[in-house]
């Protein structure tokens, strides 16, 4: 379920929540109509309401405390490893007959797959690899 904001003729904003199936829309419940931001802020949240109490569904992060799951002002991003996705990658060039390539090439074919960049960003990416 979704909230659709849809703009009329008469430049008032319907709130409806909407269900998509089969790629076609189905309005489930018309909210209303306003014309300003801060009347449409409120159908919104009553619309997340009608949804709330539709699916008898709780919500997978609470409202209330957005980070209680994870705490984002403490956390620092340090980077991606690729290490599954290059084992596997390796198994396949192995399956299709490149098992005997030097190791160097087989780690360019994957990192190019993987990540498209020119052939020196890749050898950067195989000197930092861990």
Same mark, same amino acid.
């Given at each position: ?54 699916? %008898? ?6 409202? +209330? *405390?957005?980070? !209680?799951? /994870? ?6 991003? $340090? ?11 390796? %198994? ?6 490149? +098992? *005997?390539?030097? !190791?160097? /090439? ?6 190019? $797959? ?17």
């Amino acid at each position: 379920m979704k909230i659709r904001l849809l703009k009329k003729a008469s430049k008032a904003i319907a709130v409806q929540v909407v269900q998509y199936h089969d790629n076609k829309r189905k309005v489930l419940q018309h909210i209303g109509s306003v014309h300003t931001e801060q009347e449409s802020e409120e159908l919104i949240t009553m619309a997340q309401e009608w949804i709330n109490e539709f699916s %008898k569904q709780p919500s997978l992060f609470s409202e +209330d *405390k957005p980070n !209680q799951l /994870l705490h984002l002002s403490h956390c620092q991003f $340090i980077g991606v490893k690729c290490r599954f996705y290059y084992q596997h990658m390796l %198994k396949m060039l192995g399956i299709i007959g490149l +098992d *005997k390539t030097p !190791q160097i /090439l087989k780690y360019l074919v994957a990192i190019r $797959i993987y990540e498209p960049a020119s052939k020196l960003r890749s050898m950067d990416r195989w000197l930092q690899k861990d």
